[in-house]
Each structure stands twice: as structure tokens, then as C-alpha cells.
């Protein structure tokens, strides 16, 4: 974990941006990062003077909303875009901006804090709210799924 051994990839957007192009410029990534994986490469250790299997895997990556929508699927036009909340997102419809915008932060905060009193700063209302449960991976996608399911059938009707 050195920053040595660490690679940034950069897309830089087009006027028009990549869309669901994108796949073209990540087929070939992640068909290496499978075979990284799972088979390995045999590598050269200069230090030991010996051959090592070396394997890889994509940790993270880091995007804005568009992006994360294009790279996951997920939609990011509907109430539903915060990753941390999943189906829990408290949402609201800019009418002026013509988007949605997420809120209900507070929730995340002690119920002692005083921002969770604090109309001013916010939207005129105090936040007491329960944080959503930490998820663990299975049962985040379960619930994306669920939710994904629930997004494809109020877009048909």
C-alpha cells in the first residue's frame, strides 16, 4: 500500500461527456482486474530475487453523481441517489434547479447536537430522524435491488 504501487486513472469529459461510452474505456480494465484477481501474474521481487504470483483488485473509485449513476447503474435522477442510505434517502425536488436534493444529514448526528435544533441553517424544520442501519454488502444490494425493482415498475406505468 505504498503510494509507489498506486495508479490513477483520469477521464476527462467531452462537452457532450461519455455517457454510457464509458464501458468501451472500462471492458479492457476490467477484464485485466479479473485476471489480476483470480489467476495472478508471476513477478519478479528484486529485493528477494525471487518470482512472486502478484494479484490486484480495484479498491474504490471516486465520482461525482453523474458518473457514479453511469459506473453502478444506479440512478442518481430519482429521490434515491445517497449511496450511504440507500431506499432511506430523505430527498426533496429543487423546482428551481430541476433536480433532487438530498437532506435529512442531521439524523447522522447525536440527538444531543445542536444543529439538529437549528431551523435557520436548514429548512426550517428541526431533524430527530434515526439514522438508516449500517448495511453489510449483501444486504445493500438486496436492498438496491429491491428498490431497483421498484424504479423500473413506476417507470413502465
Same mark, same amino acid.
Given at each position: 500500500?505504498? /503510494?509507489?504501487?498506486?495508479?490513477?486513472?483520469?477521464?476527462?469529459?467531452?462537452?457532450? @461527456?461519455?455517457?454510457?461510452?464509458? &464501458?468501451?474505456?472500462? /471492458?479492457?480494465?476490467?477484464?485485466e482486474?479479473?485476471?489480476?484477481?483470480?489467476? $495472478?501474474?508471476?513477478?519478479?521481487?528484486?529485493?528477494? @530475487?525471487?518470482?512472486f504470483?502478484?494479484?490486484?483488485?480495484l479498491?474504490?473509485?471516486?465520482? &461525482?453523481?453523474?458518473?457514479?449513476?453511469i459506473?453502478?447503474?444506479?440512478?442518481?435522477?430519482? @429521490?434515491?441517489?445517497?449511496?450511504?442510505?440507500v $431506499? &432511506?434517502?430523505?430527498?426533496?425536488?429543487?423546482?428551481?434547479?430541476?433536480?433532487?436534493?438530498?437532506? $435529512?444529514?442531521?439524523?447522522?448526528?447525536?440527538?444531543?447536537?445542536?444543529?439538529?435544533?437549528?431551523?435557520?441553517?436548514? &429548512?426550517?424544520?428541526m431533524?430527530? $430522524?434515526?439514522?438508516?442501519?449500517?448495511?453489510? @454488502?449483501?444486504?445493500?444490494l438486496?436492498?438496491?435491488?429491491?428498490?431497483?425493482?421498484?424504479?423500473?415498475?413506476?417507470?413502465?406505468?
Open positions: 500500500m505504498k /503510494q509507489c504501487f498506486f495508479f490513477l486513472s483520469v477521464l476527462i469529459n467531452s462537452p457532450k @461527456g461519455l455517457g454510457n461510452k464509458i &464501458d468501451v474505456y472500462l /471492458q479492457p480494465l476490467i477484464e482486474l479479473k485476471e489480476l484477481f483470480s489467476i $495472478g501474474l508471476q513477478t519478479y521481487d528484486a529485493f528477494t @530475487g525471487e518470482m504470483t502478484l494479484k490486484a483488485a479498491l474504490w473509485t471516486i465520482s &461525482d453523481f453523474p458518473a457514479y449513476a459506473l453502478t447503474g444506479w440512478s442518481t435522477s430519482s @429521490g434515491k441517489t445517497c449511496p450511504r442510505c $431506499g &432511506d434517502t430523505k430527498s426533496c425536488w429543487l423546482k428551481h434547479g430541476r433536480k433532487f436534493c438530498c437532506i $435529512g444529514h442531521r439524523r447522522f448526528l447525536h440527538k444531543s447536537d445542536r444543529m439538529c435544533k437549528d431551523k435557520i441553517s436548514f &429548512d426550517g424544520k431533524e430527530w $430522524g434515526e439514522a438508516p442501519k449500517l448495511l453489510s @454488502g449483501m444486504e445493500m438486496q436492498q438496491l435491488d429491491g428498490v431497483l425493482t421498484e424504479y423500473k415498475k413506476k417507470k413502465r406505468s
